[in-house]
């Protein structure tokens, strides 16, 4: 997995609750994007950096935020857990230059109750 | 609105076939595109990149562009039980220049069945 770590790997919480998914790299590398996969609607950016303490929002934001303050660590917070956010949560990342290849982590199994 | 399109299949390919996998795109400025390979309960694999029209061949695998018809395919040769799975397709559409972020837009993946 291009030495990308997602922790933890399987999550159930409760509606209402906060949670927070960690994405690791030892790759270096500048970019860093959460996604999230569902049935139907196939892979949905919900956040992304471009540098510690740099991002910006995808398609599928709302509900969710995100901080970057190392470059090997982009966390991804669901302040309030919904039943619409259950989901498998993916994160990949992606080198400097033009190439703009992606590589994902193994994902985070998501249920919210 | 920047779209991706692929069949959802599934594609049923018998083995030793050649599996052929397409794709479309909206965003005629695109200049990167993919194709990832996901395994069920797995996380998606990239396989293959190709950022000029024509063909580009990695062992058993072809990627074809076509910039004007805004047209990506992946050949599979001699297709594999262990080829099953679900492709998906991706495409830059930031453009050149420093304020490419890499963002990519996924289709929804077509299912490929391998069957012996």
């Known amino acids: 997995d291009a030495g990308i770590t997602q922790s933890p790997r399987h999550k159930v919480t409760e509606t209402g609750t906060p949670v927070t998914l960690r994405c690791h790299q030892t790759e270096n590398h500048r970019y860093m994007y959460w996604y999230r996969q569902d049935p139907g609607h196939g892979l949905r950016l919900i956040h992304y950096?471009?540098?510690?303490?740099?991002?910006d929002k995808g398609e599928v934001s709302d509900g969710y935020s995100v901080s970057r303050s190392k470059t090997e660590d982009f966390l991804l917070t669901l302040e309030s857990a919904t039943s619409s956010q259950t989901s498998v949560y993916f994160c990949?990342?992606?080198?400097?230059?033009?190439?703009?290849?992606?590589?994902f982590g193994p994902g985070t199994r998501l249920t919210v109750t | 609105q920047k779209e991706v399109e692929q069949n959802s299949g599934p594609l049923s390919v018998p083995e030793g076939a050649i599996a052929s996998l397409n794709c479309t795109y909206s965003d005629r400025g695109s200049q990167s595109f993919f194709w990832y390979r996901q395994y069920s309960g797995k996380s998606p694999e990239l396989i293959m990149s190709?950022?000029?029209?024509g063909d580009k061949e990695d062992g058993r695998f072809t990627a074809q562009l076509n910039k004007a018809s805004q047209y990506v395919s992946l050949l599979i040769r001699d297709s594999q039980p262990s080829d099953s799975a679900t492709y998906l397709c991706a495409v830059n559409h930031n453009g050149q220049g420093s304020s490419n972020t890499g963002k990519l837009i996924f289709g929804q993946g077509t299912t490929l069945q391998v069957k012996p």
């Open positions: 950096s471009y540098g510690v303490k740099d991002t």
């Open positions: 990949a990342i992606s080198g400097s230059g033009t190439s703009y290849e992606q590589y």
């Open positions: 190709i950022y000029s029209n």
